[in-house]
């Protein structure tokens, strides 16, 4: 094992939990009965080397290896991992012809011992009638917990992979992936393992803490503004996680006109393949550029120097959290993850939003989470005592409006507050309003938005709300409303 994994993979030493698991793997291939093997689910943190771990038994094992991922950028990350080896594998996707499969199960028969795919293709049923003809030693699903998170809602096909393991009969389930709770080690022992014989599994769990990841919520009024604030000052090469592709598109673009000067893309997964195989590489390159990306980017890829992670929107999950912030410092040195905190939808219901707008330690609630105590934290805004620098933006509004009832609308207070330079602002403002370029650094338009929808939210915290002359239709709501 020692010697394979400097000579194939550059690894010098190995730890204790990665010997660990492929002894068992290795010793397990072995077995002439059935009884004695044990199937593996293991979960250890982002970095710390799980593909070695079902790598190098593949390259051992008498059988072949069925390894399955989520994402297109994780299937071509591994198999230039491979290529670079010098290990030969195939590879079944989306899209390929009947002569390319042909050519590929060719390959298998001929000896290539590591075959990558997806669940959507692996559970097709030509596919699998035709896999079923060989000896399949393992079974790998890495980034396991997407069959508790995804499988349920839009990737369906990952419930199908009980089927997939009962046809193939693979001799060893293993299951990797850096964060699972106790219930999607539950579903992920449902999934694969209900439709065989023999269910016997071990759990090897490491400790899910990231010690050189800084924890951090960032205050503001405006989020797309909290983004760009932490773009001018973050270290970078930086991933800007968004719930939506829309969302991701139009902070791209927002940043973009603000900084042109920095390199910046966005990644979802409704981009061409040759797209994202394009972006995909470029930010593996960059030493200093900005991905905008839904959830589609990042699990598993090995990009190590990512020093900044920062979330528009929070996943739903602490799970999901550990997954995503997990993208950044694979190299073990420090990055940050930070948490756009807004007054603007603030009450809507997730699992972390009281972790990232209360005062407790955001790293042991996280972990807490996840079912894992630890005594002390080794990094975050709570425990340091670092709170973001931020206007209490909330109070110059009440007070703007409280002072010139019934006067502006949500763009010229924005126009106001940003100190616009029309005509009609400055003569009107310049000298007489106290209000005027007190928040310089805002783009007028993201606070307009966010002002809107402040008031569209809190109304009757604010009370009296203010109509300008072109009697703003959301204004005039709210204040009918109210009165």
Same mark, same amino acid.
């Given at each position: ?5 400097? &000579? ?6 190995? @730890? ?6 492929? !002894? ?18 293991? %979960? ?38 491979? +290529? ?18 042909? !050519? ?21 049923? &030509? ?67 209900? $439709? ?37 000052? =973050?270290?970078?090469?930086? +991933?800007?996680? =968004? ?67 920062? !979330?528009?929107?929070?996943? $739903?999950?602490? #799970? ?12 073990? @040195? ?14 809507? $219901?997730? #699992? ?27 990094? =975050? ?69 966010? %002002? ?9 915290? +604010? ?5 300008? @002359? ?14």
């Amino acid at each position: 094992m020692i010697e394979i994994s400097e &000579k194939k993979f550059g690894i010098t030493a190995l @730890k204790p939990f990665q010997i660990l698991v492929m !002894h068992r793997i290795l010793e397990q291939d072995d077995y002439s009965e059935e009884t004695q093997i044990k199937h593996q689910i293991v %979960i250890l943190p982002t970095g710390t080397g799980k593909s070695i771990c079902f790598l190098l038994p593949a390259t051992l094992c008498k059988g072949i290896t069925v390894i399955i991922y989520p994402l297109l950028a994780l299937m071509n990350d591994q198999i230039k991992k491979l +290529i670079k080896s010098n290990i030969k594998c195939c590879c079944l996707r989306g899209g390929q012809t009947k002569k390319q499969r042909e !050519h590929i199960f060719s390959e298998l028969k001929n000896g290539v011992k590591i075959l990558i795919t997806n669940p959507e293709v692996l559970c097709q049923k &030509k596919i699998l009638a035709e896999l079923s003809n060989f000896n399949i030693s393992l079974f790998v699903c890495d980034e396991a917990h997407v069959i508790s998170t995804w499988g349920k809602s839009f990737r369906q096909s990952y419930l199908q992979l009980g089927t997939a393991v009962s046809v193939l009969s693979p001799k060893q389930v293993l299951c990797f992936t850096a964060t699972a709770s106790d219930s999607t080690i539950k579903d992920i022992k449902h999934c694969l393992l209900n $439709n065989i014989k023999y269910k016997n599994t071990l759990t090897v769990k490491g400790d899910m803490d990231r010690e050189n990841i800084f924890y951090c919520a960032y205050r503001a009024f405006s989020r797309e503004q909290g983004v760009l604030n932490l773009i001018k000052c =973050c270290e970078k090469p930086a +991933i800007v996680f =968004c719930r939506t592709r829309l969302s991701v598109m139009k902070m791209c673009t927002t940043a973009l006109r603000h900084f042109p000067e920095t390199e910046q893309r966005y990644y979802h997964a409704g981009l061409k393949r040759d797209e994202r195989e394009r972006i995909e590489n470029w930010f593996l390159k960059s030493n200093g550029g900005i991905l905008y990306s839904t959830c589609a980017y990042g699990m598993g890829v090995d990009k190590k120097n990512v020093r900044s992670i920062i !979330h528009f929107d929070l996943p $739903n999950k602490a #799970e999901e959290y550990l997954q995503e912030s997990g993208r950044a410092g694979r190299d073990g @040195k420090l990055s940050v993850a930070y948490v756009i905190v807004s007054e603007i939808r603030k009450k809507k $219901n997730e #699992e972390l939003t009281d972790i990232f707008t209360g005062t407790n330690c955001r790293r042991l609630e996280l972990l807490r989470k996840m079912g894992q105590e630890k005594d002390e934290c080794t990094g =975050c805004d709570v425990c340091w005592g670092i709170k973001s620098d931020v206007k209490p933006e909330v109070d110059i509004i009440k007070k703007i409006i409280s002072r010139y009832p019934l006067r502006y609308s949500a763009s010229s207070i924005a126009s106001i507050l940003t100190g616009s330079k029309d005509r009609k602002i400055i003569s009107e403002c310049e000298k007489t309003n106290p209000y005027y370029n007190i928040l310089p650094e805002y783009d007028s338009d993201l606070l307009q938005n966010s %002002i809107s929808q402040y008031v569209k939210e809190n109304h009757r915290i +604010i009370g009296k709300i203010t109509l300008g @002359k072109n009697k703003d239709v959301l204004f005039r709501k709210y204040w009918h409303k109210e009165n």
